[in-house]
């Protein structure tokens, strides 16, 4: 018995190996393109099921406008199953689009801070392209600064804009 756990690493590694195991499938959940790659092949299937069912009730509405056959076989629906080819393709443009707004603001946040501050959680390693708490300091106030600019401005557009509204008073 011990000399099995000692080959397949002991409960505790076999405990360890699941607990990543299901961290990484959670992470992946969450990630747009994973699941964009995890729904392409019930999109397919979904789109096979569609086209079979579409057949299968053009074949069948032949029939009976040839007066061959009478109505009594029962067919699937054919609105279901494009209900749920058009649900799959919702869900694969949100997470095209959320693909999209991860990008869009991981490329804004390297050009609006595009150097690390070293953390303190580990010394011991050196990041060649880190900047100094001064320089983080400095670009932190400069955003700063540059938000509240927007803020005034936005103010007093909406001062503008209130004032405009208002009837003129007469003296």
Do not use: W
């Not at 099921?49 to 009730?57: E, G, P, R, V, Y």
């Amino acid at each position: 018995m011990a000399a099995q756990q000692q080959q397949s690493g002991g409960p505790g590694l076999q405990q360890q190996q699941a607990a990543a195991l299901q961290q990484l499938n959670q992470q992946q959940d969450f990630d747009p393109v994973h699941r964009f790659k995890m729904l392409i092949p019930q999109l397919k299937e979904s789109l096979q099921n569609l086209m079979k069912i579409a057949s299968l009730n053009l074949a069948h509405n032949t029939t009976i406008d040839n007066g061959v056959k009478s109505s009594d076989a029962a067919v699937q629906r054919f609105d279901k199953s494009l209900e749920e080819f058009y649900a799959l393709c919702d869900q694969l443009e949100l997470c095209l689009r959320l693909a999209y707004e991860c990008l869009s603001q991981s490329i804004d946040s390297a050009k609006h801070s595009p150097n690390l501050v070293p953390t303190a959680t580990k010394p011991d390693t050196v990041q060649t392209e880190s900047m100094s708490y001064a320089q983080y300091l400095g670009m932190i106030k400069s955003q700063i600064s540059c938000a509240k600019d927007i803020h005034n401005a936005l103010l007093e557009c909406s001062k503008k804009i209130a004032g405009k509204g208002q009837p003129p008073v007469i003296m």
